[in-house]
């Protein structure tokens, strides 16, 4: 399984990106996915992720306390992508950013904490004040 983590690299404080999630190599609806960042210095970090869908229940979505209200996952399992719309930016959102995916059938806050299978290279978002 492979992720393409890809989007829009800068913007200035208060403004809007989305970065995307491409996965090949697999059944793209049967992972959850996460999004991590790495500021400069710091250690990775999980912000957000999203559930497979099932028979019984639509997707459920996960945000750290930092970004919720601010950012939206979300998937569409016909195009194998994922993607995370980060609106209101600040300067403290500036890291690389990273999606990973599991063949967990958790949702909710669980999907903050479990350890992924696959991991994508990255993709680098600078905010600017």
């Known amino acids: 399984v492979q992720l393409q983590a890809s989007g829009e690299g800068l913007a200035q404080a208060g403004g809007s990106v989305t970065i995307s999630c491409a996965v090949s190599g697999g059944t793209f609806s049967r992972y959850a996915i996460g999004w991590f960042r790495q500021a400069p210095g710091k250690e990775r970090v999980s912000i957000a992720a999203i559930s497979r869908r099932s028979s019984r229940r639509d997707s459920s979505t996960f945000y750290v306390g930092s970004v919720e209200g601010r950012f939206t996952i979300s998937r569409d399992d016909a195009q194998s992508t994922a993607y995370l719309r980060m609106n209101n930016l600040k300067p403290e959102d500036t890291a690389v950013y990273y999606c990973?995916?599991?063949?967990?059938?958790?949702?909710?806050?669980?999907?903050?904490?479990?350890?992924?299978?696959?991991w994508g290279q990255g993709t680098e978002v600078t905010v600017s004040s």
């Open positions: 990973a995916a599991d063949m967990t059938e958790h949702s909710g806050a669980v999907l903050g904490r479990i350890r992924y299978d696959y």
